[in-house]
């Protein structure tokens, strides 16, 4: 796991903690403050374009926050950025993955076609928590025939594990809470 102090320091005064969100017990980390700040936002670009490294021919997005961050990475780094919806959003031909939540189930699709077989990609998404997600999300890379060769979020709920499921591909993230 790569992680930057600094950047941390830089960037975690720009995530606004919101107790009892979306249900009593969870703090919701809130993005919104680092969008609303153009300085905070690009050097969180920064920060995801340099701490991945591996070699990546696509960008692939979680809806919805990882879109957001997916995208300007995919720009920046020149490459395609393809999305992963919640199903029925995605208009030609599809593949579904589910996954578990902590109470039942959600799924994820994404164009049959989006990604050429062999072609390596990095799955982005705003914060890494118990990793079912984006896991599910790497399973439906590679089902299409592309290998994941990381996985990038601006946070990870360490405390959460993760990044254990993630393994072995590479797991990057700006901001850790232990």
Known sequence: MSH????????EPHIRDIPDFPKPGIVFKDITPLLASPEAFNRCLDGLAAVTTEAIDVVVGIESRGFIFGAALAARKRLP???ARKPGKLPADTVKMEYALEYGTDALEIHRDAIAP???VLVVDDLLAT????????DLVR???????GYAFVIDLAFLGGAAKLAPAPV???IRYE
């Not at 990793?131 to 790497?138: D, E, L, R, S």
């Open 143 to 149: 089902e299409i025939g592309g290998e994941v060769a």
């Open 118 to 120: 062999g072609k390596k």
């Open 4 to 11: 930057d102090a600094a950047l941390q320091a830089a960037l």
């Open 172 to 174: 990057h993230a700006l």
């Open 81 to 83: 950025f393809v999305p």
């Open 131 to 138: 990793g079912g997600t984006a896991q599910a999300c790497g």
